[in-house]
């Protein structure tokens, strides 16, 4: 510490890095919302219908 620097308390640095790194997140969904990007897990899916799983026959009592 310099001698002119005010005694006191300093925020610890993980404080600032987190915040720096929501405002970071905050900032860029932003901008993809604004520009209309789609995201989410329906973005993986292919766009033909959904696939029904097959139906087996289960036997009953041997």
């Given at each position: 510490?310099?001698?002119?620097?005010?005694?006191g308390h300093?925020?610890?640095r993980w404080v600032t890095v987190?915040?720096?790194?929501a405002v970071f997140l905050v900032l860029l969904l932003a901008v993809l919302w604004a520009l209309g990007v789609e995201h989410?897990?329906?973005r993986h899916l292919?766009?033909?219908?959904p696939q029904a799983a097959p139906v087996l026959?289960?036997?009953?009592?041997r």
């Open positions: 510490m310099s001698p002119r620097a005010e005694p300093r925020r610890p987190t915040l720096a790194a989410g897990p329906g292919s766009s033909s219908a026959p289960v036997p009953v009592g």
